[in-house]
């Protein structure tokens, strides 16, 4: 009912206040930087929970926050990137589509840290045969409904292409792009 829901929001906006105001340790920070070796000039910090895009849901991006472009060097932005990726689990977003979808809130989520690389991002979906691709400026804006995106849906079966023309990837990458998805439909189903 949506008393309860409500109830739930607000117990989650006080986790995630508890989160922002935790203190992270300082040998979790030092171990990131560590593992950055200082080759990399900025990190991503991405969500991995147990809820997104899996076949019982579909595709949920978005529903949790990434940090994009953080300086493995600078402790406080490091921590506040942790911070803001678990926070999101909490968000009043998160907590409404895991009471539309009737999953529990109960936190199951690890955090992916991966080199960033500047240029234009993207999602790829594989679902029965069907390829769909979303490209956006960036990789950071790929889940703003506000940015422009590109949709390409490529249907395995009958090498059929509903595409909208873009600049942010060439008939090329596209082409590559769709020969790897359909080798990873034939290796994982």
Sequence with gaps: DRDSVEKKIALAEDIAQQIWNAEIPTELLERIVALSDGSHNSLVLRSSAFDEDVDLIGPAPGIYESAVGIDPT????????????VASFFSDKAVSFRELK??????????????????AGGSVFIKNGVIQLNVAPTPDSINDSKKTHMIEEFSLDK???????????????????IKMARQAEVMFG
């Design 74 to 85: 600078d402790s406080k932005a490091l921590g506040d990137a942790l911070k803001t990726v």
């Design 102 to 119: 009737g999953l529990r809130h109960t936190p199951v989520m690890a955090i992916l840290i991966q080199k960033h690389i500047p240029g």
């Design 159 to 177: 090498n059929e292409m509903t595409a909208h023309e873009s600049s942010l990837i060439s008939s090329s990458q596209l082409t590559r792009i």
